[in-house]
């Protein structure tokens, strides 16, 4: 079956900086990924997905990587705010499956 | 537009009781989904609904039940609550058009006492 793993549960970063979270995924049939970010209290939102056939893709201060040949994806968030303070999950799936699988998260703190 | 809306937001029960979850979504998305959120343990998924009509299990099922009653609403119901049943639950609704960004209620947070 699919896992998905977070490398660390934790992270802390200083404001302005650079923050890069990482996941690794154990199916290589997996064609679709995506990024959640769930604040306190709230249920998880979306934040931006990628598909096998593309190794990068940017958002808004955002940007996930996929390296398929050690199934391995990371999501970058630039000049991290303190709105940035979350638990962020990856997720993998079949882009023809009916559900996602998703990772333990990682808590993200931001240093003033 | 509400998006997905769970109740209750909070719930205690005790141990042997039951109780039904409710969840509807006004999106018209095809998919609905269960997960509970343990500390430490992510999203983990109870059942989900592809289309209407149809319900699966997930990952941990056992101890609950769902009815995916029309399109748009999917309730989850515990028979006999136990003590590991605490969690926080979240419903998710979604549909495939290029993307797969499920839109998930705000949780309710249940605890067995």
């Known amino acids: 079956g699919e896992s998905v793993g977070l490398h660390l549960p934790t992270l802390s970063v200083q404001e302005g900086d650079n923050s890069i979270i990482n996941c690794a995924y154990s199916?290589?049939?997996?064609?679709?990924f995506i990024w959640y970010k769930q604040e306190s209290g709230k249920g998880p939102q979306f934040i931006i997905d990628?598909?096998?056939?593309?190794d990068k893709r940017q958002g808004q201060r955002v940007t996930v990587l996929l390296n398929k040949t050690v199934k391995h994806l990371s999501l970058q968030i630039a000049a991290t705010q303190p709105g940035d303070s979350a638990v962020y999950f990856c997720a993998a799936m079949y882009s023809s499956a009916s559900k996602i699988i998703f990772g333990s998260g990682t808590r993200l703190s931001i240093r003033p | 537009n509400a998006g997905v809306t769970q109740t209750p937001k909070f719930q205690v029960l005790k141990t042997g009781q039951s109780m039904t979850l409710q969840c509807a979504q006004d999106m018209n998305h095809n998919s609905m989904y269960w997960y509970r959120q343990d500390p430490g343990m992510g999203l983990r998924l109870i059942y989900y609904s592809a289309s209407e009509g149809t319900t699966d299990k997930g990952e941990v099922p056992n101890g609950y039940n769902v009815s995916r009653l029309n399109k748009r609403e999917f309730s989850l119901r515990l028979e006999s609550a136990a003590p590991s049943q605490t969690s926080v639950y979240f419903c998710?609704?979604?549909?495939?058009?290029?993307?797969?960004?499920?839109?998930f209620g705000s949780g309710t947070r249940l605890t067995v006492v």
């Open positions: 199916n290589s049939a997996s064609d679709y």
């Open positions: 998710a609704s979604s549909v495939w058009n290029g993307n797969y960004g499920y839109t």
């Open positions: 990628i598909r096998s056939n593309m």
